[in-house]
């Protein structure tokens, strides 16, 4: 009996053994995330199965010697000889309790190591890998995985019940190992499969390994509170102790309706009657795994029915082959054989779909209100174009032709959204790996082209809807040749401007503009003040002229009648008129003026007076010499 | 017995899924596979389902048989006239030979195709970019511009490279992606525009300086002769009163003496007419009333 302990453990070794070499050779095949975690779940269970069936050979050493021992005890009779010296005379027991005691928590730690680092460089690698399954190889890999589960599925199930016999503890280590890599083999396979047939679940293979992940790090975990409570275990002598590497988690996992039947335990003491015996849970228990299979099934024959949405159109394949007869989907309920003989692909033929030229969306800035040249709104890209504007300033400066050259080139950015239809899905599918890409491709050589023959200034100014126009036809051209099946339904420049870095410049030129126009319209007001008052003065002039023409003709006419009659009255008395004249005029004439009457008679005394300075109008402040004086 | 001969079923159906899934392949419409047994290739299978020996007697590879693209590295070339140009092409291309696809290539890997036509893809380029002046790529002048004409020699050289070589490769077209220059240069650039900006500038502030003295000056000019128009039409309209005037002179022909002594007044008045001083002595009338009434004359 003791012996077929050790043969299941030898079994459980060798197919660890072979699962987890098979299993790394797969994963290396197809490349397969998942298959990483489980190919070092599968190690870890290879060495514990390793050590599991060296832990049975040492308890079969000890058992044979000790029968051994009895054997020649009870042939010779001297049974105290060995009573006393038992360490000397039983090694192989020694051995084993060497072994327990030391290598096991030795191994148990190196475990725990093992598990924690390959959490830690496992978790790291995956976020750092770029690669992932072929998906060439997905299929095999997923038969393969599928053969690997089932396979450990019937040893460790078999091991596992082995286990539960007396005296096979030492079993239930390895076979729980096996179980539970059949399930994560199992788990890898459907991973592998869907992420192989799906390409928009491609990360699957990746979420799956970071399960087995998290998987080995509960391990670790596990691992590590079990050795720190091993230092307070108590020790009882006779009673056999559970293997310190031998995993409570793996073993649920393995034996799920131990779970089930705790929880069942735990039913029947809550309600005081046995709820398990009831009819209801021994159906569901004994139909638990048709259940599934007809989960299984309805899950296979929900792949018969595909519904088209709205918008959409579907490639049907038959085993690859376009099918024959309705290779596209119309919107609506189709039949069709079940997966993986018919597939469906779907592509949104109906939808308006945008990509863009020139710039990346950034939601940030858009949401700002304003959109200006000089603030960076969204990623935008320069692109090149002509500057006949520069070349023809740099042909009156410099004589170089090569500088004329280089000059002839400018910077502008521009945003152009493009709207594209599907309107052939299977020119769409068919002919280019990816469609979308090269449509992408075609339209930002068709900008870079128009830009790279047109003249900066007039694309900033009046050509853009001219731009627009052309660069529709040249991209749906484009599209046609390369047979993408899609209509452009618009092409809109919708943002042209100079780079960032020179839009300030191109602004401040405006401004300068409306400079001149501001010093122009200044100038012509003033122009217009000085012409008014010009014109004003001059009809002053002319009127003053006017005017004095009339007094002096006036005056004149008027002298000439008074003079007529002055003769008149100078005739009558010639010397008494010329008198009367005088003395008529000179109370008018001097009435303002300042006179002064020098009535002295001596004429040989000379009056000084100094009339720079202020006349007193008194005449008493006068000098008037004395009558004394000589 | 009978939960045993369930788990016997579906372990066994299970297993010839499984196994099925090891002996049939599919190739997709879009796809072509090659069959090799033991390393070597032994057919071309097309679209469909179909029969094989499981790994590792049997080898599947798939190759997706539509054009497929990719666009090259944004790099540095210089042109004929030794400007520096950044250039990226895309480049769509097929497998015309599965058998030979996979012969060049270590299990048919796409990505080494890819690096090996990207590889070529670059010594081309940058051969055609060498034979072209930057104006050939650029200018505002769109019947100098050789764009198409590159694109064609660049894929002609690429062509012709693969087809000497025999990989198993269709270039289906190729086209420039992208132009662009250093990121020093691209700054030299921005200064030139700039500066072009600033001529536009102090083009608009100095005439419109020049514009603003120009139409000042014209005002003046107008208003200057608007004057002087006005000052010689008043000068002449004086002249004509003048003239006018001088027609009553002969009145006072009759007696000049007296014209004279009345003009002599009226000249008196006029001058007398703003503040002045007068200083008299008593042998002019009025004053010569005083004459005598007063004297200091020793003995007189």
């Known amino acids: 009996m003791e012996r077929n302990v050790q043969q299941h453990g030898l079994v459980n070794l060798v197919a660890a053994v072979m699962m987890f070499i098979a299993a790394f050779v797969v994963t290396a095949y197809a490349g397969s995330l998942a298959g990483q975690a489980a190919s070092i779940f599968l190690g870890l269970g290879m060495l514990v199965a390793f050590v599991s069936w060296f832990q049975m050979r040492l308890e079969e050493n000890e058992r044979l010697e000790k029968l051994e021992v009895e054997e020649l005890a009870r042939t010779r009779g001297e049974t105290a000889l060995f009573a006393t010296k038992g360490a000397e005379v039983f090694p192989a027991q020694r051995a084993r309790e060497q072994f327990e005691k030391f290598f096991v928590p030795g191994f148990s730690g190196l475990l725990l190591l093992l598990e924690g680092g390959a959490t830690w460089l496992l978790w790291r690698w995956l976020s750092e890998s770029t690669g992932g399954l072929t998906p060439d190889r997905a299929m095999p890999a997923m038969a393969l995985f599928g053969i690997f589960a089932l396979l450990l599925f019937l040893v460790g199930r078999f091991s596992v019940t082995m286990a539960r016999l007396e005296n096979h503890r030492l079993l239930r280590p390895g076979a729980s190992f096996l179980l539970a890599g059949a399930y994560v083999c199992f788990v890898t396979a459907l991973g592998i499969g869907i992420t192989g047939v799906k390409t928009e679940l491609s990360r699957l293979d990746s979420w799956v390994a970071r399960a087995g992940c998290v998987l080995l790090g509960l391990l670790a975990v596990e691992m590590l509170v079990t050795l720190l409570l091993e230092i307070y275990r108590p020790r009882v002598k006779g009673r056999v102790a559970r293997p310190l590497y031998d995993s409570r988690i793996v073993g649920l996992l393995a034996q799920p309706e131990g779970l089930f039947t705790t929880a069942l335990q735990a039913l029947d003491y809550q309600f005081g009657f046995k709820v398990s015996e009831t009819w209801f849970f021994q159906l569901l228990r004994k139909s638990l795994l048709v259940l599934f299979l007809a989960q299984l099934a309805a899950l296979l024959l929900s792949t018969c029915v595909v519904i088209i949405e709205p918008g959409e159109q579907g490639v049907l394949e038959h085993f690859g082959r376009l099918a024959a007869g309705r290779p596209v989907l119309e919107p609506g309920a189709h039949l069709k054989w079940p997966w993986p003989a018919d597939e469906v692909r779907r592509y949104r033929t109906g939808q308006i779909q945008t990509f863009n030229v020139g710039f990346t969306p950034d939601a940030q800035s858009e949401a700002e209100p304003t959109v200006l040249w000089s603030v960076v709104h969204t990623k935008e890209v320069n692109f090149l174009v002509g500057n006949p504007a520069a070349a023809t300033i740099t042909n009156s400066t410099a004589g170089s032709g090569d500088r004329l050259k280089v000059v002839s080139v400018g910077l502008i950015d521009i945003s152009i959204p493009v709207q594209f239809q599907i309107t052939n899905v299977l020119d769409w599918a068919y002919h280019n790996a990816d469609p979308t890409n090269l449509l992408q491709e075609l339209a930002t050589r068709a900008v870079v082209h128009y830009l790279a023959g047109a003249d900066l200034n007039a694309v900033l100014s009046q050509s853009r809807v001219e731009a627009a126009r052309q660069l529709e036809q040249r991209i749906q051209a484009d599209a046609n040749r390369h047979q993408l099946g899609v209509k452009i339904l618009f092409v809109g420049v919708q943002d042209l401007h100079p780079p960032v870095a020179v839009a300030g410049d191109y602004e401040k030129v405006i401004g300068a503009t409306q400079q001149k126009i501001a010093l122009t319209n200044a100038a012509v007001a003033e122009a217009i003040q000085t012409n008014a008052q010009a014109g004003a003065q001059a009809f002053a002039d002319i009127s003053q002229a006017e005017a004095g023409r009339q007094q002096t003709e006036l005056a004149a006419s008027a002298r000439a009648g008074l003079f007529t009659n002055q003769i008149a009255a100078y005739d009558a008395a010639p010397s008494v008129y010329g008198q009367r004249a005088y003395f008529h005029m000179f109370p008018a004439a001097t009435a303002n003026a300042r006179k002064y009457i020098l009535l002295v008679t001596n004429t040989y005394n000379v009056l000084q007076f100094d009339l720079e300075d202020k006349i007193r109008d008194d005449l008493l402040n006068l000098n008037v010499p004395s009558t004394n004086s000589p | ?300």
């Open chain 2, 1 to 300: 017995m009978k939960r045993n001969l369930i788990t016997l079923i579906t372990g066994a159906v299970l297993i010839v899924i499984f196994a099925l899934l090891l002996f049939v392949f599919q190739v997709r419409q879009s796809e072509v596979a090659v069959v090799t047994t033991f390393g070597k290739i032994t057919r071309v299978a097309d679209p469909g389902a179909h029969l094989k020996w499981p790994w590792p007697i049997q080898r599947v590879y798939k190759f997706d048989e539509r054009t497929q693209n990719f666009q090259d590295k944004f790099s540095e070339n210089l042109t004929a006239d030794s400007i520096t140009l950044l250039t990226s092409v895309y480049v769509g291309w097929r497998i015309s030979d599965p058998s030979e696809f996979l012969n060049s290539f270590k299990d048919g890997s796409v990505f080494s195709a890819q690096s090996q036509i990207e590889s070529m893809l670059t010594s081309a380029k940058s051969a055609v970019v060498g034979n072209h002046p930057l104006a050939d790529f650029v200018n505002a002048d769109p019947n100098q511009l050789e764009f198409d004409q590159i694109q064609a020699q660049i894929e002609q050289a690429l062509q012709s490279e693969l087809h000497t070589n025999s990989y198993g490769i269709q270039i289906e077209f190729l086209g420039i992606q992208q132009l662009g220059l250093p990121e020093s240069v691209t700054q030299a650039v921005f200064d030139r525009m700039k500066s072009e900006r600033n001529i536009l500038i102090s083009r608009a502030q100095n005439e419109g300086q020049a514009e603003a003295i120009k139409i000042r000056a014209n005002a003046d000019r107008q208003a200057n002769e608007t004057l002087a128009d006005a000052q010689a039409e008043a000068t002449r309209i004086e002249g004509e009163g003048v003239a006018e005037a001088a027609k009553t002179l002969p009145v006072f022909q009759k007696d000049p003496g007296l014209a004279n002594f009345l003009l002599s007044i009226d000249a008196i008045k006029q001058a007398l007419n703003q503040r002045s001083t007068l200083f008299f002595d008593d042998r002019i009338p009025p004053f010569d009333l005083f004459h005598g009434a007063l004297t200091n004359v020793p003995g007189h």
